[in-house]
């Protein structure tokens, strides 16, 4: 009788972590990476272009303040350009971080487990370098703070609570602080096991300060996971909220082209998109450099792959509505717009763009072309491209062909707009190789969590 | 008090499995201060041990109500009383566009004090604590379960309890000095 119903039973899933995992063998993975004396080469070599790039976004910096952002491309009619577009770009990777943390921890999703700690360092990092653009489009940001931040200046001037510039300074604020906060929290009883296990005093000592003294006590577990849950019931609503809240930078313009509804969701989509590209992108080359095969497995792969196309389709209908909208509205300029992005002087980046995010990504319907690592490693560097060109084409297209023939411009990137986009990839990539090499990448207690030993089987005890 | 002295006696365990069996016996034996350490969150120790209350959502919740207040009171008092800015003659009390920062700062209040609150009610940062004085403890990270009943547990006595505990079948049983 068993034998028959166990025909009946769907095949069972792949496991989440490799054969022959323990408590203790998870663990001393995990930490080995940061506990080691010997780093490997690949390190070095990835810090160090890494870093090098870095260097240079401090050059083009300095060069910016001294001279004003006079030296971006940005100007009459197109007074956005690469600053916004970049800003946007990297707070859409930053979502993937927060998506996989929060709302699949919520939807019990347990695959996140093994991606979700780099996913919320890489949330951390990105919102790091978007944060970088509009500070310094102010040119020099210490006069103006008040635009910003509501603080008593000696000009009694205010923000104006009705732009939605203000609110994107308190959303994009807010979601730094709370995926810092999620992203620390997480780490606490990981940084014990690393104390626990560290051989040098200094590693002891520093790893022991973090972990504040958390000793794994079931009165402190019990704490610890309402707190962690609410914080993920928190940051659900506020991952949402965010780009919503970018998008509406656009949509409360009248600017054919930003002036539409279907911003929010639109945004919304492309952002999950975007970020878990660059997870991919990132748990790609990391999983391989330090063998963790057994953490992030193939399901794990193939789980983003699909989210990333799933995603793809509600961004594509996106694009339809803007098409159908631009004809549907009667509105010339609505029309002329969508015409001009398509057949204009920028179509190029139209027709780049959905062929990145349109045609490419649906090759991962294929099982075969999902389950290829080097290939799904390239569409996910595709796919940040073409949500680059998303946002170029948004603003710029938009932007240098307004309602005036007379006000009609063009844009182009200097070669200090290319060299602060690049040096902003490099602190992003900086802080991200400091982070594998000095903290847990994989969440040390999430993964014990989901081992087969942790099941306790009732009938034995 | 025959527990001076120490802090407790601690029962070390190799498989979660027999640590929340020993759990619940020794609720049942009308031990109180009691404590468990697990390298990874268990549901069934804190069911075993009756911990479910804990008091960080109350925290949560009035970090949420407090910053929802404040969001919403910057706003109006910034739009309305302090520096009123006539645009198209819109109303100075625009509450809906109050919605979107007042709703940032009742997360961001939130997440604090879930953060902040959760450390305090469990006492962080704590330089010092008994158990980590038995050398044996430092697996409680890694692999292995371990169970502490406290002195100052009114059922506590050293010869007793040291052998209700060795009656569970733990790996070891030692004496946590204070």
């Given at each position: 009788?068993?034998?028959?119903?166990?025909?009946?039973?769907?095949?069972?899933?792949?496991?989440?972590?490799?054969?022959?995992?323990?408590?203790?063998?998870?663990?001393?993975?995990?930490?080995?990476?940061?506990?080691?004396?010997?780093?490997?080469?690949?390190?070095?070599?990835?810090?160090?272009?890494?870093?090098?790039?870095?260097?240079?976004?401090?050059?083009?910096?300095?060069?910016?303040?001294?001279?004003?952002?006079?030296?971006?491309?940005?100007?009459?009619?197109?007074?956005?350009?690469?600053?916004?577009?970049?800003?946007?770009?990297?707070?859409?990777?930053?979502?993937?971080?927060?998506?996989?943390?929060?709302?699949?921890?919520?939807?019990?999703?347990?695959?996140?487990?093994?991606?979700?700690?780099?996913?919320?360092?890489?949330?951390?990092?990105?919102?790091?370098?978007?944060?970088?653009?509009?500070?310094?489009?102010?040119?020099?940001?210490?006069?103006?703070?008040?635009?910003?931040?509501?603080?008593?200046?000696?000009?009694?001037?205010?923000?104006?609570?009705?732009?939605?510039?203000?609110?994107?300074?308190?959303?994009?604020?807010?979601?730094?602080?709370?995926?810092?906060?999620?992203?620390?929290?997480?780490?606490?009883?990981?940084?014990?096991?690393?104390?626990?296990?560290?051989?040098?005093?200094?590693?002891?000592?520093?790893?022991?300060?973090?972990?504040?003294?958390?000793?794994?006590?079931?009165?402190?577990?019990?704490?610890?996971?309402?707190?962690?849950?609410?914080?993920?019931?928190?940051?659900?609503?506020?991952?949402?909220?965010?780009?919503?809240?970018?998008?509406?930078?656009?949509?409360?313009?009248?600017?054919?082209?930003?002036?539409a509804t279907i911003f929010p969701p639109y945004f919304v989509a492309g952002a999950i998109y975007a970020g878990f590209a660059m997870v991919l992108t990132l748990a790609i080359?990391?999983?391989?450099?330090?063998?963790?095969?057994?953490?992030?497995?193939?399901?794990?792969?193939?789980?983003?792959?699909?989210?990333?196309?799933?995603?793809?389709?509600?961004?594509?209908?996106?694009?339809?509505?803007?098409?159908?909208?631009?004809?549907?509205?009667?509105?010339?300029?609505?029309?002329?717009?969508?015409?001009?992005?398509?057949?204009?002087?920028?179509?190029?980046?139209?027709?780049?763009?959905?062929?990145?995010?349109?045609?490419?990504?649906?090759?991962?319907?294929?099982?075969?072309?999902?389950?290829?690592?080097?290939?799904?490693?390239?569409?996910?560097?595709?796919?940040?491209?073409?949500?680059?060109?998303?946002?170029?084409?948004?603003?710029?297209?938009?932007?240098?062909?307004?309602?005036?023939?007379?006000?009609?411009?063009?844009?182009?990137?200097?070669?200090?707009?290319?060299?602060?986009?690049?040096?902003?990839?490099?602190?992003?990539?900086?802080?991200?190789?400091?982070?594998?090499?000095?903290?847990?990448?994989?969440?040390?207690?999430?993964?014990?969590?989901?081992?087969?030993?942790?099941?306790?089987?009732?009938?034995?005890? | 008090?025959?527990?001076?002295?120490?802090?407790?006696?601690?029962?070390?365990?190799?498989?979660?499995?027999?640590?929340?069996?020993?759990?619940?016996?020794?609720?049942?034996?009308?031990?109180?201060?009691?404590?468990?350490?697990?390298?990874?969150?268990?549901?069934?120790?804190?069911?075993?041990?009756?911990?479910?209350?804990?008091?960080?959502?109350?925290?949560?919740?009035?970090?949420?109500?407090?910053?929802?207040?404040?969001?919403?009171?910057?706003?109006?008092?910034?739009?309305?009383?302090?520096?009123?800015?006539?645009?198209?003659?819109?109303?100075?009390?625009?509450?809906?566009?109050?919605?979107?920062?007042?709703?940032?700062?009742?997360?961001?209040?939130?997440?604090?004090?879930?953060?902040?609150?959760?450390?305090?009610?469990?006492?962080?940062?704590?330089?010092?604590?008994?158990?980590?004085?038995?050398?044996?403890?430092?697996?409680?990270?890694?692999?292995?379960?371990?169970?502490?009943?406290?002195?100052?547990?009114?059922?506590?006595?050293?010869?007793?309890?040291?052998?209700?505990?060795?009656?569970?079948?733990?790996?070891?049983?030692?004496?946590?000095?204070?």
């Open positions: 009788m068993a034998s028959t119903a166990r025909v009946e039973h769907p095949p069972a899933e792949p496991p989440l972590v490799g054969p022959g995992h323990t408590f203790a063998s998870v663990g001393d993975k995990i930490s080995s990476i940061v506990l080691t004396t010997r780093t490997p080469l690949g390190w070095f070599l990835g810090f160090g272009v890494a870093f090098s790039m870095f260097v240079m976004l401090l050059a083009t910096i300095s060069y910016l303040v001294l001279k004003g952002i006079g030296i971006w491309g940005n100007n009459i009619p197109v007074a956005w350009g690469f600053d916004i577009i970049n800003f946007v770009w990297w707070i859409g990777i930053g979502h993937a971080g927060t998506l996989i943390s929060a709302i699949l921890l919520l939807l019990r999703q347990r695959w996140r487990t093994s991606i979700n700690r780099f996913a919320e360092a890489m949330t951390l990092f990105a919102v790091a370098c978007a944060a970088l653009f509009p500070i310094f489009h102010m040119g020099r940001p210490w006069v103006g703070a008040y635009w910003l931040l509501p603080y008593p200046n000696t000009m009694r001037v205010w923000p104006n609570f009705r732009s939605p510039l203000i609110w994107d300074v308190f959303a994009v604020s807010t979601y730094a602080t709370v995926s810092a906060l999620f992203w620390f929290v997480g780490l606490i009883p990981d940084l014990a096991t690393l104390r626990d296990r560290a051989q040098s005093r200094a590693a002891r000592v520093v790893y022991g300060m973090l972990a504040m003294g958390w000793r794994g006590s079931a009165r402190h577990w019990s704490n610890y996971e309402t707190a962690y849950l609410l914080l993920a019931a928190l940051s659900t609503p506020l991952v949402l909220s965010v780009h919503s809240v970018v998008s509406f930078d656009f949509a409360a313009a009248q600017v054919p082209g930003w002036h080359p990391l999983r391989k450099l330090y063998g963790l095969e057994d953490f992030i497995t193939m399901r794990h792969i193939e789980n983003m792959a699909k989210v990333m196309l799933a995603t793809s389709l509600v961004v594509a209908y996106g694009y339809l509505t803007e098409a159908f909208m631009a004809w549907y509205s009667g509105s010339p300029y609505e029309r002329f717009m969508m015409w001009n992005r398509m057949t204009g002087p920028l179509s190029w980046s139209y027709w780049m763009l959905i062929l990145c995010n349109v045609v490419v990504i649906n090759t991962l319907w294929v099982k075969r072309l999902r389950t290829n690592v080097p290939y799904l490693f390239l569409v996910s560097l595709v796919v940040s491209v073409g949500m680059w060109l998303e946002r170029f084409v948004i603003i710029v297209t938009s932007l240098h062909r307004d309602f005036l023939p007379s006000s009609w411009g063009t844009y182009r990137g200097t070669p200090f707009d290319y060299s602060m986009f690049l040096g902003t990839i490099g602190l992003f990539l900086t802080l991200f190789f400091l982070f594998i090499r000095f903290l847990p990448a994989i969440s040390i207690f999430e993964m014990r969590t989901i081992l087969p030993g942790a099941k306790l089987d009732e009938e034995k005890a | 008090m025959s527990g001076a002295g120490i802090h407790g006696l601690m029962a070390e365990f190799k498989a979660p499995a027999d640590l929340v069996r020993a759990a619940r016996e020794v609720h049942a034996a009308g031990y109180r201060k009691v404590d468990a350490y697990t390298p990874y969150p268990m549901e069934e120790v804190l069911d075993a041990l009756h911990l479910h209350r804990t008091r960080v959502p109350l925290v949560v919740l009035t970090g949420g109500l407090l910053g929802l207040a404040a969001g919403w009171a910057l706003a109006y008092w910034i739009s309305v009383i302090e520096f009123p800015m006539n645009i198209g003659g819109r109303p100075y009390n625009a509450w809906p566009a109050f919605v979107v920062p007042a709703f940032e700062t009742t997360v961001l209040f939130a997440a604090l004090a879930a953060v902040f609150g959760m450390l305090a009610l469990n006492g962080f940062p704590q330089p010092y604590h008994p158990v980590f004085n038995v050398p044996a403890f430092a697996t409680a990270s890694r692999d292995r379960f371990f169970i502490c009943i406290e002195s100052g547990d009114p059922k506590f006595d050293r010869a007793a309890t040291r052998d209700f505990l060795k009656a569970l079948g733990p790996t070891a049983v030692e004496e946590v000095p204070e």
